[in-house]
Each structure stands twice: as C-alpha cells, then as structure tokens.
C-alpha cells in the first residue's frame, strides 16, 4: 500500500482536506458504504508520512473483515471504491469553487422544475455576484456568459414577446472569452516556440489581430495584455508594444488572480531578459521596475511566501544595477517570507552576493563559510562565488584547490542539468587560464576575451571580460 496509487494522491493533500474528505465519506449522501469509511479513516490515521505497518493490506483487511481470510481482489475493489469516492470529492468541491457554475446549475434546475419565485431569487443574486466580482479574467466572462444564456432560454420558456438583452450580452460574453482565452494560448505557443523546436498552428490569428488592430479592447485587459504579450513575442523588435503592455500591466494586472498577474509579468520580465541579453541595458531596469511593482502588488509571492529562486533573482538584477541599499533592504524585508527550509540558503547566498559585489569579501566568505547550502540551485551559485572570492583575493593556492574539487563535484552530480554544467565548466576552465596570465600581455589577453566572446555557454562571462580588462 505504501507506494499505491491512493497513497500516492492522500499523501499530496492539506490536512484541512484531509478534514473535509472524512465528512465526505461519513455522509450517507455520498457514500453507501460503512466499510470504505473504515478503510479510509484506517489509511489517513497514517497520514502525512504513510510508512507505518497499520497501512499494510493484510493489516488493513484484518481491521475491515475482522472474520474473514485476506482476499487480494476484495481488498483491491474496496481501495478502487474508495479512489472513485476521494475523485467525486474532488469534483464536488471544484464546482463549489467555480461560481459561474453554480448558478449555472441552480439556476437550470429551478428553471426545469418551474419555481419561478426561486429562480427570481436566484438570478438576481447571481448577476449581483458576477457585476460584484473584482476579478474580470477569462473565466469571469465565461461565467457571465452562462449566465446570460441561462437566462435567455428562461426568456423563451416564458414565451415573451419584448426585447430581452441577455442574448446579445450572451453573445458578446462569449466573444470576449474566446478572444481572451486564445490569445492566451497563443501566447504560450509563441512562447515554447522559442524555446523548443516544435510546430503549432496559429489558426484564425491573422484574422484576430486585425480585428483587434480595429477594436483595440483597451476597456478589456484579458484581451488587451494578452494581445500586448503576444504582439512582444511576434513583433518584439518594436519596443511600443512593451511599453503599452507594461502600462496595461500597471493598470489593470489587480483584475486578474495572483497567478495569472504572475504569469503575464513574467512575459514582460522575459522580454526584458531578452532585450538586455542583445546589450540593451535599459531593459536591466525595465525589468528592476516590474520585480519592484510585483513585490508591492504581492503578485509574486505563493500564498505568503516567496519562491527562494525568484527572491535570488530579484536581488542579482538589483545588485547588477548597483542599487546596493535597496537589495539590503530587500534581503532584510523578505528573508522571512521565505520557507523554512531554504529560509538560511537564501538569506546568506544573498547578503554574500551584497558584499562580494561592494568589494567585502571577507564578510561574503565568511557568510558562505557559515551554512551547508542544501539546494543545488544555491550550492552551485555559492561555489561559484567562492571561486570568485579566491580569484579576487589572490589567494592562488586555495583558488587551485577549490577548481579541482568543483569540477569534481559538478562531475559526480546528477541533479545539474548538462547545459549549466558545461557553463561551470567553461567558467572553471577560464578562471585557471586567467591566473596564468601576466598583466599587460596583450596577444593572451586578447586570445582568451575572443574565446569566451565566441563561447555562448559560460557562466558569469561578464565577470571573466572585467578581469581581463583589469590585465590590460
């Protein structure tokens, strides 16, 4: 049982829906069945870690059919009882979740049965909920739709004979969903086409835009950012189009989720990686400016926390920048919206960043000195700026050392992804080749800046050609 399919799905669950998912096998409503009860608050006594014997088939058996002899295949159709049970919660609880369809359902049923007074009751508080709501995503047009659908055929039930405006309203709901929701995807399709060699069709798109081009929708931001995003990836040579979607961002990123507003900025912050990449600096700061507007819309954080990659991101542009002061602020200020977990990896590597890059870098080796960097991402990035710190500090011997043995670690790990491990490689290879050179032997200097200039995998090339110029 210990690695099953069900264990495998309670094990991904909060307590709270563990909580809940109790009350749902306990209703007589959902479920018939005493015994898949049983097995169920049998399984989750165990739970989060599932490894104790009380888990065991024969364990569990024995406790439902305390008479009877163990039979695999009995057993086997009670946990597949049980699964279908933990699935028709989860689509239970999903439509609680989704309004839209709740009143879509309600309001079909009171219709079916005739309860006229009901369904009044209804209706009037399910056009309150959709013009209350603040978010107006896709799915808030979609909602609005079958609502107004809805509605429309209680209009020809009710055999009128006047104008109802709720079929037009349908209608154009419907359009603002599906225009919203295919540029959506076709954001994303231009987007894995950059980065994968694969072939999607963009079907109807020409057609869309110049539509669009015709009705801008500026009073619809689930039309107008996604338009914007997917001109920056189609057309991203013209800045006007990142400008206009960064205003639209500003404006109107608070009418979506948390994590759709996530996803559109990180285009934008894309965009802008990919403009500064090309030497165009002012994007450094474009894209300063919308990790700064995402922190204080909360947009980037999961819940309460902060991913530790995106906080390691954020205070490397900023140190790229040179706003000193602020990265300390924000080191100081967001280290605690930070997991447990990589709470210490993240504080240190970054305030050891801080310093190396003002010149203190005895503070930043003690600092990398004081903690096991237990996540790769941060173990390779403290390495790397070790070897970094021996480099500046002259400190050749320790500096020779240190080379060997992260070419070995990077040769024993299997967690780093081939291409990032070619990129230590190469940085590893460079560094050594830059202490043998002397300062002012110009044809070694200029050999090795051409290399790393042609070699597009190295890690922190730009600290590589700033060492070069200081042998010049």
Not at 362 to 378: G, K, P
């Amino acid at each position: 049982m210990h690695q099953s399919k069900i264990i495998d799905l309670l094990r991904n669950l909060t307590p709270k829906e563990i909580k809940r998912l109790n009350l749902f096998f306990e209703s007589p409503f959902f479920n018939k069945n005493k015994k898949v009860a049983l097995l169920f608050h049998s399984i989750t006594s165990d739970y989060p870690e599932f490894s104790s014997k009380k888990i065991k088939k024969e364990h569990l058996y024995q406790k439902i059919y305390p008479n009877s002899g163990f039979s695999d295949k009995r057993f086997s159709y009670l946990v597949s009882d049980m699964q279908k049970l933990v699935e028709s919660y989860f689509i239970h609880s999903g439509i609680e979740k989704v309004e839209g369809w709740s009143n879509y359902i309600l309001l079909q049923k009171l219709a079916e049965i005739e309860a006229e007074k009901s369904y009044k009751s209804a209706s009037k508080d399910a056009a309150k909920s959709i013009t209350n709501r603040k978010t107006k995503d896709a799915s808030h047009y979609y909602d609005s739709f079958l609502f107004h659908s809805i509605e429309n055929e209680q209009y020809y039930r009710m055999r009128k004979h006047a104008f109802d405006a709720h079929l037009q309203s349908a209608i154009d709901n419907l359009d603002i969903y599906y225009l919203s929701t295919k540029l959506k995807y076709c954001c994303e399709i231009a987007n894995r086409r950059n980065i994968i060699n694969e072939k999607y069709e963009f079907r109807l798109l020409d057609e869309i835009i110049l539509y669009l081009r015709e009705n801008p929708s500026e009073d619809i931001p689930a039309i107008r950012i996604y338009y914007l995003i997917l001109l920056t990836l189609l057309d991203g040579d013209n800045e006007s189009h990142f400008e206009d979607l960064k205003r639209s961002l500003i404006r109107s990123s608070d009418k979506f989720t948390k994590s759709e507003a996530r996803d559109m900025y990180a285009y934008a912050q894309n965009y802008c990686i990919k403009m500064s990449n090309k030497g165009i600096r002012k994007y450094l700061h474009e894209l300063f400016d919308l990790y700064s507007t995402a922190l204080e819309k909360e947009i980037l954080f999961d819940g309460r926390y902060l991913s530790p990659f995106t906080f390691k991101n954020i205070a490397t542009l900023a140190i790229s920048i040179h706003k000193f002061d602020w990265v300390e602020r924000f080191i100081e200020t967001y280290k605690d919206r930070i997991r447990v977990r990589f709470k210490e990896n993240a504080y240190k590597y970054n305030m050891a960043m801080l310093h190396f890059a003002k010149g203190q870098h005895d503070r930043a080796l003690d600092l990398l000195n004081s903690v096991e960097f237990t996540d790769i991402v941060y173990n390779t990035g403290a390495k790397s700026l070790l070897l970094r710190i021996y480099y500046e500090k002259k400190e050749w011997e320790a500096l020779y050392y240190f080379i060997d043995s992260f070419r070995m670690f990077l040769k024993r790990n299997k967690h780093i992804n081939t291409s990032q491990k070619l990129q230590l490689k190469n940085l590893l290879n460079y560094c050594r080749r830059l202490t043998r050179i002397q300062k002012g032997e110009s044809s070694k200097i200029e050999k090795l800046r051409k290399e790393i200039d042609q070699n597009k995998q190295v890690a922190f090339s730009s600290w590589l050609r700033e060492k070069l110029d200081e042998l010049e």
